[in-house]
């Protein structure tokens, strides 16, 4: 008896943490995330700091913008390119002056998500195929996968496009979702065989099983690896690529300014016209850009619990001797010479739900490599040495619902779970095991002019960065419903005047005064005066971010028609009323 009593109160104490944990964590959520805090960690990929990192942030605001984009990370760089290419490049296009385009970031550029994620630009593609083909339908699904594949060649295609392959380091890669569970690989083998025999050939390319020892052994992973799965990817040094296209944007168009250290606090629509407040000022503007991501729903109450803010951890570190060979001697073994060229994601715990098969948990860790630098400029500018740039840590020996919950609806990226980066510094020596090789103990260094001290030995640096996971999983790209916003759109066709004189065919006006009110084409050739949004990536923004926010900047510029070459948005990513009631955060966990 005594041993049932036992069970039994600790079955109760388990039910009651669980309990207590979710009130605590439905609080949590429910509160707005503010605006994103000064004293954040600093993510490796941020130094030496971009040209850019805190442009305009003494200068003044203007008074008029055409459109104002909240956010400088992937989301807010797309859509403002966006908008600028089209008004340069179109030869007929109605504007007879470019737009007037303003962005506002809180902290330094590309401080946020986009410049502390992992590097991977990699789908989910076999893996939610069928979970996508329920909620969605199979041609939809399909659109769904084709959308996020294209981010690969897109992204690669615009760094070099830009001159800033080499800067960004975009690269393909081969990427490998390796199981340490026999189970989990032989369940995800099927999953793939199942994907394969179903899926249009253009969405099965790429993909490939790596089993047996002597070819897991060629990859030098561990023992404990029972299998691979290959599907494409690409790596790309994020900060690199998203601070060298607000470079070019700044240098290419006037009319494209960038403020950072402003925080947007407040949001306003008045006399046909909303004021964007700031602590330096405020903007007019007909159209405002959540482009915020996990800081969303501090201007959109309507989306909390619907985008949630989620503390993730990465770290950058040496790879063994093994794996990279010492400084004196350059030349790779047979075995080592796969540097920068693979990328991983490891799944190291899994559990048995209801229909008795085996799922991973939220435990995955992911890898991914930096170029190594080397004479030649082509390859790379960046003070880099082949650092395995390593995130995740949520497995903790199983408990990663655990490790998960407790970040979030977290906010504060000046520090990190010490538990997890603990996990973090010694998980990839156990994944390369014997191949690892001599630890690296290389002298703390620092780039040229900055003051950041390197840690010593395995860890250079360790950082956290808030992701935003959606309530139904999938990203929410367009018009924001007044419901959300809590705010009234402007109907009015009179809008204040701009500072200067607009161009006479979109407003004609005897008068420069900014009191004044200038008459506005009724039929503008901009979309009806509104809030905007592309967010709640749920982790995935390097393979969703680019392509909404080209397909956001269409909606605002009312250009009809797909492009060729590019995948429109698929339609179950679209921001309704319907879909913002029905999204359940509670559903999700």
């Known amino acids: 008896m ?14 009651k943490s669980l309990v207590d944990g979710y009130e605590t964590l439905s609080k949590r959520i ?18 030496p700091l971009s040209p850019v990192a805190q442009h305009g942030k003494d200068k003044e605001l203007p008074l008029y913008a055409d459109v104002v984009v909240i956010g400088s990370g992937i989301s807010g760089t797309s859509v403002a390119k ?73 992204l690669i295609d615009l760094a070099e496009e830009e001159g800033l392959l080499a800067e960004s ?6 990427d490998f979702d390796a199981f340490l569970h026999p189970e989990m690989f032989e369940q995800a083998r099927k999953e793939l065989d199942a994907y394969l025999k179903e899926v249009p050939k253009d969405l099965a390319e790429g993909f490939g099983v790596v089993e047996g020892r002597e070819a897991i052994d060629k990859l030098q992973l561990c023992k404990s690896i029972h299998g691979c799965i290959l599907k494409p990817g690409a790596s790309i040094h994020p900060y690199r690529f998203i601070t060298g296209l607000l470079d070019k944007l700044l240098t ?79 030349q790779p073994n047979s075995q080592s010479n796969w540097a920068s060229t693979r990328a991983f994601l490891f799944f190291s715990s899994m559990q048995e739900i209801s229909s008795g098969k085996l799922k991973p948990e939220f435990a995955f860790d992911y890898l991914t490599q930096l170029l190594p630098a080397s004479d030649d400029p082509t390859t790379t500018p960046l003070p880099t040495s082949g650092e395995f740039m390593f995130g995740g840590g949520a497995m903790l020996g199983g408990r ?101 004189p607009r161009p006479p065919q979109r407003a004609p006006s005897c008068s420069t005064s900014t009191h004044s009110t200038i008459e506005v ?45 590019i995948p429109g948005l698929p339609s179950p990513f679209l921001i309704t009323e319907k879909r913002v009631k029905a999204a359940k955060f509670e559903d999700l966990l």
């Open 2 to 15: 005594g041993g049932l009593f036992s069970s039994l109160r600790y079955a109760f104490q388990s039910i």
């Open 30 to 47: 429910a509160l707005s995330p503010g605006v994103p805090q000064l004293n954040s960690s600093v993510p490796y990929w941020s130094i």
């Open 82 to 154: 966006a908008l600028l290419d089209h008004v340069r490049g179109d030869p007929d296009s109605k504007y007879v002056e470019p737009l007037k385009v303003v962005m506002l970031e809180a902290r330094d550029a590309c401080s946020g998500a986009t410049g502390r994620n992992g590097g991977h630009v990699v789908p989910n593609v076999y893996t939610e195929y069928f979970q996508l083909k329920k909620a969605y339908g199979a041609p939809m699904a399909r659109e769904i996968l084709r959308f996020r594949l294209s981010h690969i060649s897109t």
């Open 169 to 174: 380091q975009a690269r393909l890669v081969d």
């Open 252 to 330: 290419r168009y006037p009319n494209f300014e960038l403020f950072t250290h402003t925080p947007c606090t407040n949001i306003s629509s008045k006399n046909g016209i909303y004021t964007v407040s700031t602590p330096k000022g405020n903007i007019n503007t007909p159209h405002v850009i959540h482009a915020t991501n996990a800081w969303s729903s501090h201007l959109l109450p309507g989306m909390r619990k619907k985008i949630i803010p989620t503390r993730l951890h990465m770290s950058t570190q040496r790879p063994g001797y093994g794996l990279m060979p010492a400084p004196s001697n350059p």
């Open 400 to 500: 990663s619902e655990g490790a998960l919950l407790s970040n979030i609806g977290v906010v504060d990226d000046s520090a990190g779970d010490f538990e997890i980066e603990a996990y973090l510094s010694g998980a990839l020596q156990q994944y390369f095991a014997e191949h690892w090789g001599q630890e690296r103990s290389d002298p703390a260094e620092a780039p040229s002019g900055e003051n950041v001290p390197w840690g010593k030995g395995r860890v250079k640096a360790s950082w956290t960065g808030i992701i935003a996971i959606s309530a139904d999983m999938q990203p929410w790209v367009g018009r924001v419903p007044e419901s959300v916003s809590g705010r009234k759109a402007p109907r009015s066709v009179l809008l204040p005047a701009p500072p200067h």
């Open 521 to 565: 084409d009724p039929n503008p050739p901009l979309a009806a005066p509104g809030e905007w949004i592309l967010a709640g990536y749920t982790g995935e923004g390097m393979v969703h971010a680019w392509l909404s926010g080209h397909a956001l900047a269409k909606m605002i510029l009312g250009v009809a028609g797909d492009e060729k070459g």
